[in-house]
């Protein structure tokens, strides 16, 4: 499969009560391309992710994939992207197996018990998937929260809020591969991180806000 899709940001600003956190932000992704995103808590990188989804209305300028304002196709726009925020998004009282299918199943994704099970497996929860997830430590709920991508390989545009974040070495591996290999298929990601991304990438851009 080889993924296809051009991001472009135009003179973004992010406004947050009184304070400007960004302003004219402009830069532009295409395929096999990683931007990690940057900067101290409260600097706007969580609002620029939010922005990029079409959850949050920037408080100026524009964002098009492949030349088109995302607004003006929301529906289509969304069917391109998969998004996993800062939390996990997990509920505690199903299993990561029924709450990798309600996850895809709100997002539009049709996955099987095979496919999810299999999703599951690849980030190493392997005799996990039935467990009730208050039972998992915070790693693994963050794994199953990940394994969304594993049904999101035909999604071109990935957009991560602190991917890594309680990930222990094995399962940073894990993730690793599975974005490096969304970048050579001409995916795109876009991550926040506090630490250096160890992912290696055909393209590679970098952000810093709130310099």
């Not at 088109?68 to 800062?86: K, L, M």
């Amino acid at each position: 499969m080889v993924l296809r899709g051009t991001l472009s940001a135009d003179a973004l600003a992010c406004v947050r009560g009184e304070r400007r956190l960004f302003t004219d932000l402009s830069f532009t992704l295409a395929p096999h391309t990683l931007l990690a995103v940057r900067g101290a808590n409260g600097s706007g990188k969580t609002s620029l992710l939010r922005m990029l989804c079409g959850l949050l209305p920037p408080a100026a300028g524009t964002i098009a994939w492949n030349g088109n304002d995302i607004h003006s196709a929301r529906e289509e726009y969304c069917a391109q992207i998969a998004y996993i925020g800062h939390l996990n998004g997990v509920k505690d009282d199903l299993s990561g197996l029924e709450n990798l299918r309600f996850a895809a199943r709100t997002a539009g994704i049709v996955a099987s018990a095979a496919s999810a099970d299999a999703a599951l497996r690849e980030l190493g929860l392997n005799g996990f998937q039935r467990l009730a997830c208050k039972t998992l430590s915070q790693g693994q709920r963050r794994r199953v929260a990940l394994a969304r991508l594993c049904l999101s390989a035909g999604r071109p545009l990935w957009v991560l809020d602190e991917p890594f974040t309680a990930l222990d070495a094995a399962a940073l591996a894990l993730t690793q591969g599975l974005l490096e290999s969304h970048l050579r298929r001409g995916g795109m990601v876009v991550l926040t991180t506090h630490q250096d991304a160890p992912i290696t990438a055909p393209s590679m851009q970098s952000i810093e806000l709130g310099t």
